[in-house]
């Protein structure tokens, strides 16, 4: 794992046992604060306020004393976990640490959450994308850290549950930030293999041949262009008792979007490899809630491909046929997220699930609307978006719900197949591309994400290193739990 911190460099104590400083179930008195050095002119002098996310090394102490602000506004878990991603970022360069931040929010959180928040915050904060790099240098040090809870806490559950988290995510972050030469869809499918073994999930795997037999014409067409197989990789998590229902996820996994032939061009291009970044997150939280054992069925669908622009590639005009029979004039080779989407969508609605949500890196469209901190969510079924978005605000992951206007179905509308690929007007692409999956999930209770912006972020902030943010796995993770 590319933690530089993992789950076993972490230790849990109770406040009852513990010997350090001030480890009492309760803020710290002022008189406390003026013997740890914490004098109105240290903090006219630091500009320590106490704010959320704000640190400060504390003056005068026999080993260096960190202080954490928490903020004035109600703590959440998501506060927690940057909170603790402050922490690290200010004591990452120490040996060791003990911090008592999990108990100072464990009476506005419970011990459990808050001490899953710590742990989780400090694990995203330490990854960093390093596999490739041929020299390691200015690594952190921090390789022992012992965090103070109430007495009684079941700290390995917690512990099992924060690893299996935070592994999703980075697992997840590792996928995106791999550049498309040393991620093809069968390495993909490789990836996809590991987490099953490791979490006991059911995994198939359909290679060309399997596509082309099962009618898959959308993932056969994207894939024409490319020296590389495609695949089609479905995990599945099964209840051992009575399941309570199904959810089915579906991810966009583009390994990397040259465009075909509509080739894009260097600005556009030179990021394609986060062109699978909705696999990438439904991959990540499968192994994450394997972890969690649900009483649910869980099904989670990438449809993986490059696309190229290879001299038997789908040309402009080109018709393909999709998985649930529908046909698709291709007029734009670089629209293929929604090609490949269609076959995915139509497999999961066979099935009749309770519930699919789709993600996906699909328009540039959507970045131009909601910039790179929201992603789209549409959907064809008033409950089921009010559930994902109940999901992804406990998730913290921003969403902004878009429409399906069905007075712009039109613009799909093509002269010599049922639908075509892009639509006619200049306006509104990301609402266009929502109403193309449309046409491939019936009446199945079905939710969209274009995380095309929040699959990255441009500055490190909080528990979200620069590069690939793992956006998405939280909100999946969140609608298995509250299901
Ligand atoms: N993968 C891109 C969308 C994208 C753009 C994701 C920028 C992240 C950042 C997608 O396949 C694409 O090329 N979409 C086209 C659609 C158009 C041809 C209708 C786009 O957005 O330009
Ligand atoms: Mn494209
Ligand atoms: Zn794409």
């Known amino acids: 794992m590319p933690n530089q911190l993992t789950i076993s460099s972490i230790n849990v104590v109770f406040s009852a046992d513990d010997n350090t ?3 009492k179930d309760r803020p710290v008195t002022p008189n406390e604060l003026e013997t740890l050095g914490v004098t109105n002119d240290f903090l006219a002098a630091s500009g320590f306020e106490g704010n959320i996310n704000q640190t400060a090394l504390l003056p005068e102490q026999d080993a260096v004393v960190i202080a954490v602000g928490l903020g004035n506004e109600e703590m959440t878990a998501a506060a927690g976990r940057s909170s603790a991603a402050a922490l690290w970022h200010a004591s990452k360069h ?5 911090s008592l931040l999990p108990l100072a929010i464990a009476s506005e959180l419970g011990a459990e959450v808050a001490l899953q928040a710590v742990v989780e915050g400090m694990l995203l904060a330490s990854y960093s994308y390093d596999e490739l790099k041929g020299t390691r240098e200015n690594n952190p040090n921090l390789q022992q850290v012992t965090l103070v809870v109430p007495d009684g806490v079941d700290s390995t559950t917690v512990l099992q549950k924060a690893e299996a988290v935070a592994d999703g995510i980075a697992l997840s972050r590792d996928l995106v930030n791999r550049p498309g030469g040393s991620l093809s869809a ?17 995994i198939e795997v359909w290679d060309r041949e399997r596509l082309v037999d099962e009618q898959c014409g959308g993932i056969i067409g994207v894939n024409a262009g490319s020296l590389e197989e495609p695949r089609l990789i479905r995990l599945t998590w099964r209840p051992k008792g009575e399941s309570r229902g199904t959810l089915h996820f579906v991810g966009k996994g583009i390994t990397f979007d040259t465009g075909g032939l509509n080739l894009k061009t260097f600005e556009g291009m030179k990021e394609m490899k986060i062109d699978m970044g909705g696999a990438a997150a439904v991959i990540g939280a499968m192994g994450a809630i394997a972890a969690y054992a649900p009483d649910l069925t869980v099904i989670g669908t990438c449809c993986c491909t490059d696309n190229q ?15 649930n029979g529908k046909t698709v004039e291709v007029l734009n080779t670089d629209a293929e997220g929604r090609l490949v989407l269609a076959d995915g969508l139509s497999l999961a609605a066979e099935d009749q699930p309770d519930l699919i949500v789709d993600l996906a890196t699909l328009t540039g469209a959507c970045l131009v609307a909601l910039g790179q901190r929201y992603a789209g969510l549409m959907g064809n079924n008033e409950d089921a978006i009010s559930k994902v978005q109940i999901a992804a605000n406990k998730a913290n992951e921003r969403m902004w719900h878009l429409p399906l206007p069905s007075e712009y ?23 266009v591309a929502g109403l193309f999956l449309q046409e491939f999930v019936d009446e199945t209770p079905w939710v969209h994400l274009d995380i095309a912006g929040p699959v990255t972020t441009d500055e490190t902030e909080g528990e979200f290193p620069k590069g690939a943010t793992g956006f998405g796995v939280r909100t999946l993770i969140e609608i298995v739990n509250n299901w």
């Open 21 to 23: 400083t001030a480890a």
């Open 94 to 98: 120490l040996d060791s640490l003990t």
């Open 309 to 323: 622009p290879g001299p038997t590639a789908t040309k402009p005009g080109d018709v393909l046929n999709i998985r």
């Open 186 to 202: 069968i390495q993909l499918a490789d990836e996809a293999m590991a987490v099953a073994d490791k979490r006991d999930l059911e």
């Open 409 to 431: 179905r039109k613009q799909l509308d093509s002269e010599i197949a049922d639908l075509q690929n892009i639509g006619s007007g200049r306006f509104g692409g990301t609402l």
